[in-house]
Structures are given as structure tokens and as C-alpha cells.
């Protein structure tokens, strides 16, 4: 089991890795410009509809049917169920990639609405791009459900690297290709949306030698009446009600992001990529390690120890939280220039990042706590509160960055997501709090007050050896290499 979990352990790094290297490769071919723009917004269109729909609601659906057919139906049955999904999933995803190729201008158009305003081009070379990635979202998904077969089958390390070698496809031919299109007239971003449609094929072929050793053999048919595929399908539908909600705030938050200057969907995408480091590293991974405990305290009624479990839970995510925030929140345009400014990604563009990072780093404790919080509802056999917090949170979301959006720009996207994430997560405890009859609510605000006491304390520490540690601005990239580390 350690050695499994070693094993898994090290693939989600690797792909960590070269999931921020592949940053790096876009910052210093494009920058923060319209091609840049053109490309975030191009690719979220399709990643919408696979985190919605493939990666969410399906996979967990899957799982959940095809581990009761791998327990209890023959071998036959079993592995006819995994081609009648994934064949009716191809046909299906065929479809919204025709339709989304054939109104990709429309769709477009209506996700990035500020970009007609802008650049020459833009809008045209965005469509171009989304037409090119739009089939990511048939190999994704199709990668997403042998996944799900080899996970339920006990083989993790397989799945876990697939995502590094989309990332690695990326970087060697999408960035190959931004070095060499442009010599024969055609834009370099061009080369990159093809390196992505090739990472998404890399990540469904590199897994696939292995589940043909399982046994699986490819005999596509098509049996709407399958009651294994129906039972997938009910179970989809209030996962995909509670996925929408966030999906709604990427669209909302991409259109309001392209109204501001050029460049701010690009500053909010670099932004919220060293945002989301410290949520996988502990809000992910407190998330995984909460659920289980939960769930056997949920199922055998103990209720003390689960309220014990869940404020050692949120104790421990604030007391990572909160100080990573902090120290970001100081280091905000060092670590910035660390990682990006280079190439075309100019000083302009490391302080328009950082401006929109400490925005996002203020419901950084939120992200966390919401991950640790969410499943315990589930544990509850309660899925209705973390929808309802979800769609209050898109409220709170349009309400902040409507207001702000004019004063702020595109620091205001970055300011509602998290006072959205906050809204949810404080209603979310609230609700809690009653459903499980009281917890130590005192012991964790007197917990919290400490850490942020902790937290100011080492963030003037920081202030005060910023200049020491040559993190000033203008500092080169070896002597802010010093100070971060």
C-alpha cells in the first residue's frame, strides 16, 4: 500500500511539475497578449463542458455502476457496459463538438463579448482556436472513463501519469510548433492549441496497453436500453446540477474578465495557477484524507467524534492556509517574476498577476475549508446544502464583480470568486453547525485568530527582509531565485 501510494504520490508531482513548466512555456512564448487571451479563452470553452460533464457527474457516475457490474455481473457484461459508455459518450460529445464547431463564432462571442472591442482579430483568431481544441473534449472524456476502469481495478500509477503526458505533449509539440508555424505565416498560438489536442490524445492512448491487459477488447455498441447505462445517467444528473454552478462562474467571470484591459484573462489565468497550488497540496489532500473518517463517524452515528474530526480538519487547513496566503500575498510579485517573467511575458504583466493573485489569496482559507466541509454533507447523505451554497455563491459572484468591475478591473473577477468562496463556505458551516447539533465553533475561531496572529507576524517578518533578499522590484531572475528560496 505504501508503496503504491509512493508510487501515485510521485506521478501527481510529476504532473504538477510540468503542468506549471507548461505555464512557463506559454509566458514566454505569448505573454499576457491577444494571443494569449485568444488561447485561455479558446481552451476553457471545451474544459467547461469536460469538467461539467466527463471529469465530474460522469466519472463518479461510472465508477459507482461499473465497480457494482466488476463485483457482480460476469466479465462479458462488464466490459459491454465500458464499450456501450463509450461509445454512446463519442457519439454524443461528436455531436457538441460539431455544434460547438459550427457555432463556435456565436459561442465565442458570447463567453468573451469585450474582445470584439480589442485587437484586430482577436475574436477571429479566439474561433480559430476553439474549433482546433474543441475535439479535446471526446479524448478527455474517453481518457476520463478508462480511468475510471483502471482505478476500480486497483492500477493508480497509469492514471495518475496520464495527466503528465498530456502536459508533456504540450510543451514538446505544442511549443515545437509555436517555434516553427510562425516562419510559414501561420500564428504561433496556432502551434500550442495543436500541442493541447495531442496532450488529450497522449492522455487517453498511454493508458490504454494497460486496460488491454485487463482484458478489455474495443467492440463499440450503441444499447440505449442498457440499465447499467440508464442507472449512469440518473446518477449524472443532480452531480451535473451541482457542477453547473461553478461552471457558471467561469463564464461569468471570463466575459467580465474580457471587458477589461487586454491582457487581464491571461493575468487572471497565471494568477489563479500559483492560486490553486497551495489548494492541491492541502485543501485536495485534507479533502481525501477527511472523507473516509467521516463517513464510517456518519455510519455508525458518532456524531461527537465526526464534529471532532471536523474541526481538527478545518484547523489544520486554516493553519496551512492562511500563512501560505500571507506569504504569497508579500511575495506576490517575486514569485511572480520566479516563474513567468520572461520571453514576452514583460514587468507589466508580473504586476498586473500579482495584483490579481493577492486578490484570489483572500479567499484562499475559504477553498480549503469549503473541500473539507462539502464532504461532510455527503457523508450526511446531505448533497442539497453544497448545491444551494454553490448557486449562492454565483449570486455573491455576479453581484461583486458587477459592482467592482469599473473601479477594480480585472482584480474585481479575482475579488468575487472569493468573497463567493467565503459566502459558501460561512453559509455551509452555519448549516452545519445545526445539522450535527453544535461543534467548537469557539475552539476553531480562537484557533483561526491564532494562526492569522502567527500569520502577520511572519508577513512582517517577510516585509522586513524583502529588500535583504533582493525581492525588490528589478531584481534579476538568480537574486529573486535567492530570496524566494
Given at each position: 500500500?505504501?508503496?503504491?501510494a509512493?508510487?501515485?504520490?510521485?506521478?501527481?508531482?510529476?504532473?504538477r511539475?510540468?503542468?506549471l513548466?507548461?505555464?512557463?512555456?506559454?509566458?514566454?512564448?505569448?505573454?499576457?497578449?491577444?494571443?494569449?487571451?485568444?488561447?485561455?479563452?479558446?481552451?476553457?470553452?471545451?474544459?467547461?463542458?469536460?469538467?461539467l460533464?466527463?471529469?465530474?457527474?460522469?466519472?463518479?457516475?461510472?465508477v459507482?455502476?461499473?465497480?457494482?457490474?466488476?463485483?457482480?455481473?460476469?466479465?462479458?457484461?462488464t466490459?459491454?457496459?465500458?464499450?456501450?459508455?463509450?461509445a454512446?459518450?463519442?457519439?454524443?460529445l461528436?455531436?457538441?463538438?460539431?455544434?460547438?464547431?459550427?457555432f463556435?463564432?456565436?459561442?465565442?462571442?458570447?463567453?468573451?463579448?469585450?474582445?470584439?472591442?480589442q485587437?484586430?482579430?482577436?475574436?477571429?483568431?479566439?474561433?480559430?482556436?476553439?474549433?482546433?481544441?474543441?475535439?479535446?473534449?471526446?479524448?478527455?472524456?474517453?481518457?476520463?472513463?478508462?480511468m475510471?476502469?483502471?482505478?476500480?481495478?486497483?492500477?493508480?500509477?497509469?492514471?495518475?501519469?496520464?495527466?503528465?503526458?498530456?502536459?508533456?505533449?504540450?510543451?514538446?509539440?505544442?511549443?515545437?510548433?509555436?517555434?516553427v508555424?510562425?516562419?510559414?505565416?501561420?500564428?504561433?498560438?496556432?502551434?500550442?492549441?495543436?500541442?493541447?489536442?495531442?496532450?488529450?490524445?497522449?492522455?487517453l492512448?498511454?493508458?490504454?496497453?494497460?486496460?488491454?491487459?485487463?482484458?478489455?477488447?474495443?467492440?463499440?455498441r450503441?444499447?440505449?436500453?442498457?440499465?447499467?447505462?440508464?442507472?449512469?445517467?440518473?446518477?449524472?444528473?443532480?452531480?451535473?446540477?451541482?457542477?453547473s454552478?461553478?461552471?457558471?462562474?467561469?463564464?461569468?467571470?471570463?466575459?467580465?474578465a474580457?471587458l477589461?484591459?487586454?491582457?487581464?484573462?491571461?493575468?487572471?489565468?497565471?494568477?489563479?495557477?500559483?492560486?490553486?497550488?497551495?489548494?492541491?497540496?492541502?485543501?485536495?489532500?485534507?479533502?481525501?484524507a477527511?472523507?473516509?473518517v467521516?463517513?464510517?463517524q456518519?455510519?455508525?452515528?458518532?456524531?461527537?467524534?465526526?464534529?471532532?474530526?471536523?474541526?481538527?480538519?478545518?484547523?489544520?487547513?486554516?493553519?496551512?492556509?492562511?500563512?501560505?496566503?500571507?506569504?504569497l500575498?508579500?511575495?506576490?510579485?517575486?514569485?511572480?517574476?520566479?516563474?513567468?517573467e520572461?520571453?514576452?511575458?514583460?514587468?507589466?504583466?508580473?504586476?498586473m498577476?500579482?495584483?490579481?493573485?493577492?486578490?484570489f489569496?483572500?479567499?484562499l482559507?475559504?477553498?480549503g475549508?469549503?473541500?473539507?466541509?462539502?464532504?461532510?454533507?455527503?457523508?450526511?447523505?446531505?448533497?442539497?446544502?453544497p448545491?444551494?451554497?454553490?448557486?449562492?455563491?454565483?449570486?455573491?459572484?455576479l453581484?461583486?464583480?458587477?459592482?467592482l468591475?469599473?473601479?477594480?478591473?480585472?482584480?474585481?473577477?479575482?475579488?468575487?470568486?472569493s468573497?463567493?468562496?467565503?459566502?459558501?463556505?460561512?453559509?455551509?458551516a452555519?448549516?452545519?453547525?445545526?445539522?450535527?447539533?453544535?461543534?467548537?465553533?469557539?475552539?476553531?475561531v480562537?484557533?483561526?485568530?491564532?494562526?492569522?496572529?502567527?500569520?502577520?507576524?511572519?508577513?512582517?517578518?517577510?516585509?522586513l527582509?524583502?529588500?535583504?533578499?533582493?525581492?525588490?522590484?528589478?531584481?534579476?531572475?538568480?537574486a529573486?531565485?535567492?530570496?524566494?528560496?
Open positions: 500500500m505504501a508503496r503504491s509512493g508510487s501515485v504520490g510521485f506521478a501527481v508531482l510529476l504532473s511539475v510540468l503542468g513548466v507548461r505555464e512557463q512555456v506559454l509566458a514566454g512564448l505569448f505573454g499576457a497578449g491577444t494571443a494569449m487571451d485568444a488561447f485561455v479563452v479558446a481552451y476553457r470553452i471545451p474544459n467547461l463542458l469536460r469538467d460533464f466527463a471529469e465530474g457527474a460522469l466519472s463518479a457516475a461510472f459507482a455502476v461499473f465497480t457494482d457490474y466488476d463485483q457482480k455481473r460476469t466479465r462479458e457484461e466490459w459491454a457496459l465500458v464499450n456501450n459508455v463509450m454512446v459518450l463519442a457519439v454524443l461528436g455531436l457538441v463538438v460539431l455544434l460547438g464547431t459550427v463556435s463564432d456565436e459561442i465565442v462571442r458570447l463567453m468573451a463579448t469585450g474582445f470584439e472591442g485587437a484586430p482579430g482577436k475574436l477571429l483568431l479566439t474561433r480559430r482556436l476553439t474549433v482546433i481544441m474543441f475535439p479535446f473534449l471526446i479524448l478527455v472524456s474517453l481518457a476520463s472513463v478508462v475510471g476502469v483502471l482505478n476500480t481495478k486497483g492500477r493508480f500509477f497509469i492514471p495518475a501519469l496520464a495527466s503528465s503526458c498530456f502536459n508533456l505533449t504540450c510543451i514538446l509539440l505544442g511549443g515545437g510548433l509555436a517555434l508555424l510562425p516562419r510559414h505565416g501561420v500564428p504561433g498560438i496556432v502551434g500550442m492549441a495543436v500541442g493541447t489536442l495531442a496532450g488529450g490524445l497522449a492522455q492512448l498511454v493508458q490504454w496497453p494497460l486496460l488491454h491487459r485487463l482484458g478489455f477488447r474495443l467492440r463499440p450503441i444499447d440505449l436500453r442498457d440499465p447499467g447505462l440508464r442507472r449512469i445517467g440518473l446518477l449524472m444528473v443532480p452531480a451535473v446540477v451541482g457542477l454552478a461553478t461552471q457558471i462562474n467561469i463564464f461569468v467571470n471570463t466575459r467580465f474580457s477589461c484591459a487586454p491582457g487581464s484573462v491571461a493575468w487572471l489565468s497565471y494568477a489563479f495557477r500559483i492560486m490553486f497550488l497551495p489548494i492541491g497540496m492541502f485543501g485536495v489532500a485534507l479533502s481525501i477527511t472523507m473516509p467521516v463517513s464510517r456518519a455510519a455508525r452515528r458518532e456524531i461527537g467524534p465526526m464534529r471532532e474530526t471536523l474541526v481538527s480538519s478545518l484547523t489544520l487547513g486554516f493553519a496551512l492556509t492562511v500563512p501560505a496566503a500571507v506569504g500575498w508579500i511575495l506576490a510579485e517575486p514569485v511572480v517574476r520566479l516563474l513567468f520572461h520571453g514576452r511575458f514583460g514587468p507589466h504583466d508580473t504586476l498577476t500579482a495584483a490579481a493573485l493577492r486578490f489569496l483572500i479567499g482559507f475559504a477553498y475549508a469549503v473541500k473539507i466541509v462539502v464532504p461532510v454533507f455527503y457523508a450526511l447523505d446531505d448533497a442539497k446544502w448545491v444551494i451554497g454553490s448557486f449562492t455563491a454565483v449570486g455573491v459572484n453581484a461583486v464583480v458587477w459592482w468591475l469599473g473601479p477594480l478591473q480585472h482584480r474585481a473577477v479575482a475579488l468575487a470568486l468573497v463567493a468562496m467565503t459566502a459558501n463556505f460561512l453559509l455551509l452555519v448549516v452545519l453547525y445545526r445539522k450535527v447539533g453544535g461543534y467548537p465553533a469557539g475552539r476553531l480562537a484557533s483561526l485568530a491564532k494562526i492569522c496572529l502567527a500569520s502577520a507576524v511572519m508577513g512582517w517578518v517577510l516585509v527582509l524583502r529588500g535583504p533578499l533582493f525581492l525588490e522590484p528589478g531584481a534579476g531572475f538568480w529573486t531565485l535567492w530570496g524566494v528560496g
